[in-house]
């Protein structure tokens, strides 16, 4: 293999949302700023699916955001830019009706198409279908190649740095596995196609958070003949607190208070502000799904069942739906249920970003808790034998506090990395040749 056959890039992006397209917008508009060539940011994103798409098995028609169009792509780093929400209304000529429309928070599948607009523009920088199998560093620890699975075979790019930002994956209780009529809310638009002829009878979805309560939502609305069961441990639906202050926990400053809180504290302010985004539903949502029960008592047809303080204690799947046996945990009384399909809306993990970075994750470092070490600019720490910057979008809650898997952060979190990537922009070693062999991870002290 020559030297020609890889090509080098300062930077290559590992997985193409929200973030990673928040990333490619900063490093462009750093590029159009430069004077002079060698401060521009060469960059390339790998995709696996096969077009920009964000959690489209949510996308209900009447869904909002969670968070102000304001924390969009760009504009906590930059309000100039044309990449903004609001230059997508105008793109679209919606911005009048927008306005008028008055509200903070977007419909889901609004933001949605105004990241595809987004990611429409970046187009030459990203490709899709590329699925990264491994990240190998290179002799010498200034580079690494990322290697990557495509429908034409394998291809490797070689990086002076990485960014990856996988979002998060889907997380079914101990023992649940996905099947035909077991399902996780991810997957909720995709799977009830199936249900356009045949009108279902029951659906049982769990979870206590707000992908719970809209997957609710959802189906007592679709399917109108349909028993809805909501099991989860709580009492009630426990509403997000989105008031004033406690939004403050979500601000840019409040990310370098939290990194450099010792671990304690960390623990505390993360406890004591869990109820921000962690298992709580919007209030209007809480309302409105007891408004139709009590309507439905009122009315004597009970469609809509809240089965709190309680729990899925057996699961018996079949082709055709499955057998849940619920447990009511302060009376230990149990009910079979038999249902169409069961929903659950039991929340999301961090992809393994050593398990993604293949060869280089072995070289990273972690704590006495065994968690990554990472920097302020999200950079993770590596073995002195790795130079080539790995950073992390996504997965360091534990250092950077709850943003770090938000939207709220994605603008400012991606100028700060391409502050750090353009640090050492300046100072690029020469790219050694192709040829050139991942050195050996074991044995080689």
Request: proline content about 5%.
């Amino acid at each position: 293999m020559s030297a020609a056959d890889i090509n080098v890039y300062d930077l290559v992006g590992i997985g193409f949302g929200p973030s990673n397209l928040a990333l490619a917008i900063a490093i462009e508009e750093h590029n159009a700023r430069c004077s002079r060539d060698e401060d521009r940011i060469s960059a390339l994103f790998l995709e696996k699916q096969d077009d920009f798409g964000w959690h489209r098995g949510m996308l209900f028609d009447d869904a909002t955001m969670q968070v102000s169009f304001l924390k969009d792509l760009v504009t906590m780093r930059n309000p100039a830019s044309d990449y903004s929400f609001v230059s997508y209304l105008h793109a679209h000529d919606r911005l009048a009706d927008f306005i008028n429309y008055k509200t903070m928070y977007p419909l889901r599948v609004e933001f949605h198409d105004y990241f595809r607009w987004a990611a429409a523009r970046m187009r030459d920088v990203v490709r899709y279908s590329h699925t990264v199998t491994d990240v190998a560093p290179v002799t010498g620890g200034d580079f690494v190649d990322v290697i990557a699975a495509t429908p034409d075979g394998v291809r490797t790019v070689r990086a002076r740095n990485v960014s990856v930002a996988v979002g998060l994956e889907s997380s079914l209780p101990p023992g649940v596995e996905s099947s035909e009529r077991v399902w996780h809310n991810l997957d909720i638009l995709h799977r009830v196609a199936e249900f356009e002829v045949a009108a279902p009878q029951r659906f049982v979805v769990v979870g206590a958070g707000q992908s719970a309560a809209e997957s609710v939502s959802f189906l007592h609305s679709r399917y109108p003949t349909a028993e809805i069961c909501s099991v989860f441990f709580r009492y009630g639906y426990s509403p997000a607190d989105d008031s004033n202050f406690a939004n403050r926990i979500f601000d840019p400053k409040a990310v370098d208070v939290y990194y450099d809180a010792p671990a304690d504290v960390k623990r505390m302010l993360f406890d004591y502000h869990r109820n921000t985004n962690y298992s709580v539903v919007d209030g209007e949502l809480i309302q409105d799904l007891y408004r139709r029960q009590y309507a439905e008592g009122l009315q004597g047809r009970p469609r809509l069942r809240m089965l709190n303080a309680s729990h899925v204690a057996e699961l018996s799947p079949r082709p055709d739906g499955v057998r849940a046996v619920v447990e009511h945990l302060p009376t230990g009384d149990r009910e079979s249920l038999e249902a169409d399909a069961i929903v659950f809306a039991t929340g999301y993990r961090p992809v393994d970003a050593t398990r993604l970075l293949g060869a280089a994750g072995a070289l990273c470092l972690r704590d006495d808790e065994n968690l990554l070490r990472v920097g302020r600019d999200y950079r993770l720490q590596t073995d002195e034998r790795l130079r080539a910057g790995l950073y992390l979008q996504g997965g360091t809650e534990h250092a950077h506090g709850m943003t770090a898997t938000l939207l709220s952060a994605s603008a400012v979190r991606s100028g700060e990395i391409v502050a750090s990537v353009a640090a050492s922009v300046a100072d690029r070693p020469p790219a050694p040749p192709a040829a050139d062999r991942p050195f050996a991870l074991i044995g080689d002290r």
